[in-house]
């Protein structure tokens, strides 16, 4: 029979054990023995030196709050235990390691620092918000959450692809007989033998991915996914009722992948050999074959609810070829199809969260027949622009976002492609010295160059020219880094 131990550090008189907190300041050493419970409110673990160690489980009412120098360390079988009945917090200025986090309070807890997972993070009742933070699981570490009730691990900062805010970070090995991955929700299986497995590193986010350029959505789980599939892998994404909203009917769920030059893509439109993938409703879960690639997965609609078809969608800065500098922004657009619709208002932002309309452009009504628009405004600033898309009943839908750097941080290289002699425009004074300016070739060894005021003469001093090919030029300007790759022509 476990041992029940009350801690009266500071005892509210009257109001029992809800009310009693564990106070560990001054480098003290507090030793919770195998097998015992402790039951309290808060724990305020600070200063440099002191110590709680627990074998065994520790519940709390209340928060966990850990300062610099204050350590917490969980035994392999014990528990840090969150039972209150309104919110709850973990709040450090360090990593907290913990065994086993159990979170059973209806009304959540929050984190406000990073957590690391030795064995098992089991959200039973409520849901853990990362709020900003990351949960790093490594390869032992296991997620349990209760998906059927929708007690999840969620994050109230991730707001979009430019504010993912925290994430689940884990590692696997990739085989053909593994199935779901540490309880997170995704599963990998590949085609072949054993010879054939492979690494995989992967972090879970949680914002809703802007899903396909004409209209759809996603689930409110997205998986980054580093590795290389050795042979077709298989992948199924699970998912939660509460990570749907706003993203349509369960019956037209894919899988969908990004792609830096496209953006979100259906699993059958992203490569050769993948597939849009197979939608059980009832289980809630996607699942497809022959993926050879990864990048970002996640599952979204694949209706089509936006009156036009969007083809393309950019930003850039008036005259950026000539190395002119303008404070003009031009934005460009082309629709294959129009269906009613009104027009566009075009938004921009500063930081990729708060949207302010800048302009109106008249669309077409309907056409079948492809359209380009056009847009011009002035911004010296960097900006982040999306298209607000409305039909003539009121209904609208969202472009994907372009970013258009600032004028401080502009960095253009002409003429590119050249015969090995090229000007670099910035508003900022660039110099080589301080690795402010380097050069390297496509194998990535870095060569010397020729450096007049702020013209580039790319072959080494003495030998002659370089042979034509791909250079990267890299470059610090305005406290930004940016890599240009420019071209030789002989």
């Given at each position: ?20 907190s ?28 002191s ?30 235990w ?57 390869s ?123 953006g ?64 003009e ?28 309309k ?21 911004n ?87 042979p ?16 240009t ?6």
């Open positions: 029979m476990k041992k029940i131990l009350l801690l009266f550090c500071i005892l509210l008189a009257g109001k029992g054990i809800a009310q009693t564990l106070v560990n300041s001054g480098g003290t050493k507090i030793n919770i023995g195998t097998g015992v419970d402790v039951k309290v409110h808060h724990v305020t673990n600070t200063g440099t030196g110590t709680i160690t627990s074998n065994g489980d520790l519940y709390l009412k209340g928060n966990f709050n850990q300062t610099t120098g204050a350590t917490y360390t969980g035994g392999a079988s014990s528990w840090l969150f039972e209150g009945t309104s919110a709850q917090t973990i709040t450090s200025d360090a990593t907290i390691a913990v065994a086993r986090l159990k979170i059973d309070n209806a009304t959540g807890v929050q984190l406000t620092q990073n957590l690391s997972i030795a064995n098992n993070l089991e959200v039973v009742n409520g849901d853990l918000d990362l709020n900003g933070s990351h949960v790093a699981l490594g032992t570490g296991i997620l349990a959450e209760d998906r059927a009730n929708n007690h999840l691990v969620t994050d109230n900062t991730a707001a979009s692809d430019f504010v993912q805010g925290g994430g689940i970070t884990f590692n696997a090995t990739v085989s053909n007989a593994s199935g779901e991955i540490q309880g997170t929700g995704l599963t990998l299986t590949h085609t072949g033998t054993a010879s054939d497995n492979y690494p995989v590193a992967i972090t879970r986010k949680h914002y809703k991915g802007a899903v396909d350029s004409r209209g759809g959505h996603g689930i409110e789980r997205i998986y980054a996914i580093t590795g290389t599939p050795t042979v077709a892998t298989t992948m199924r994404i699970d998912y939660a009722t509460d990570e749907t909203t706003g993203a349509g009917l369960a019956t037209d769920f894919v899988l969908y992948r990004w792609q830096s030059a496209t979100w893509l259906k699993g059958g439109d992203a490569g050769a050999g993948f597939a849009h993938g197979m939608n059980n409703i009832g289980a809630r879960f996607v699942t497809a074959t022959g993926i050879t690639a990864f990048s970002h997965w996640t599952v979204g609609s694949s209706a089509t609810p936006l009156p036009i078809t969007l083809v393309r969608f950019a930003g850039e800065r008036v005259n950026e070829g000539t190395g002119e500098h303008t404070e922004v031009r934005l460009t657009w082309v629709t294959a199809s129009e269906i009613n619709n009104k027009g566009f208002e075009v938004e921009m932002s500063e930081n990729g969260l708060a949207y302010q800048i302009a109106f452009v008249e669309g077409r009504g309907t056409s079948n027949a492809p359209i380009n628009y056009q847009l011009t405004t002035i010296q600033n960097e900006g982040y622009y999306r298209l607000k898309q409305v039909d003539f009943d009121g209904t609208f839908s969202y472009s994907p976002v372009v970013f258009v750097e600032g004028m401080a941080g502009k960095v253009v290289v002409y003429p590119n492609p050249s015969k090995g002699v090229f000007t670099i425009s910035t508003q900022s004074p660039l110099t080589p010295e301080g690795g402010k300016v380097r050069l390297f070739n496509v194998q990535g060894i870095e060569v010397p160059f020729k450096m007049e005021g702020n013209k580039i003469t790319i072959s080494p001093l003495g030998l002659g020219a370089f034509a090919g791909v250079y990267f030029l890299h470059t610090v300007v305005a406290g930004k880094a940016k890599v790759k420019v071209v030789v022509e002989r």
